[in-house]
Nanobody, 125 residues
Framework: VQLVESGGGLVQAGGSLTLSCAISGYFLNRFCMAWFRQAPGKEREAVAAIDARGGTLYAQSVRGRFSISIDSAQNTLYLHLNGLKPEDTATYLC?????????????????????WGQGTQVTVS
C-alpha cells in the first residue's frame, strides 16, 4: 500500500487549498482513511476522517472550514481546506486502515492506522 500526498503550498490567510492523497495497492471497499497534520514542535493531530460507508468526522478546530472526500474510481482521497488560518500551517499526512468504519471514539488515534504517506506542507501567511 502506498499513499502519496500532493497539493500543499503557500497561501494567504482566508485562502483555500485542496490536498490529494493518491492510493495504490489498497481495496477501497472497506476502509477508514484520515488526514492528520503536524506543526513544528507540536504533536501530530487528527484533522478529518472518512470511511467506506461515507461517514465523516472532523476535529473541532477545522469543522465548517475543511471537508474530506474520496473518489474511489480515481483511488484518491481529498482534503478541501477553506478559510485558512496561520495556525493551520503544518505538514498534512494521509493515513489508511482497512476496517468497516471509523470509530467515533478512536478515529483520531494515530496507532490505529497502518499506512501513512510522507506528507505535504501547507503554509498560511
Amino acid at each position: 500500500v502506498q499513499l502519496v500526498e500532493s497539493g500543499g503550498g503557500l497561501v494567504q490567510a482566508g485562502g483555500s487549498l485542496t490536498l490529494s492523497c493518491a492510493i495504490s495497492g489498497y481495496f477501497l471497499n472497506r476502509f477508514c482513511m484520515a488526514w492528520f497534520r503536524q506543526a513544528p514542535g507540536k504533536e501530530r493531530e487528527a484533522v478529518a476522517a472518512i470511511d467506506a460507508r461515507g461517514g465523516t468526522l472532523y476535529a473541532q478546530s477545522v469543522r465548517g472550514r475543511f471537508s474530506i472526500s474520496i473518489d474511489s474510481a480515481q483511488n484518491t482521497l481529498y482534503l478541501h481546506l477553506n478559510g485558512l488560518k496561520p495556525e493551520d500551517t503544518a505538514t498534512y499526512l494521509c493515513a489508511a486502515d482497512q476496517r468497516d468504519f471509523c470509530p467515533t471514539n478512536t478515529w483520531h488515534v494515530q496507532a490505529t492506522f497502518d499506512y501513512w504517506g510522507q506528507g505535504t506542507q501547507v503554509t498560511v501567511s
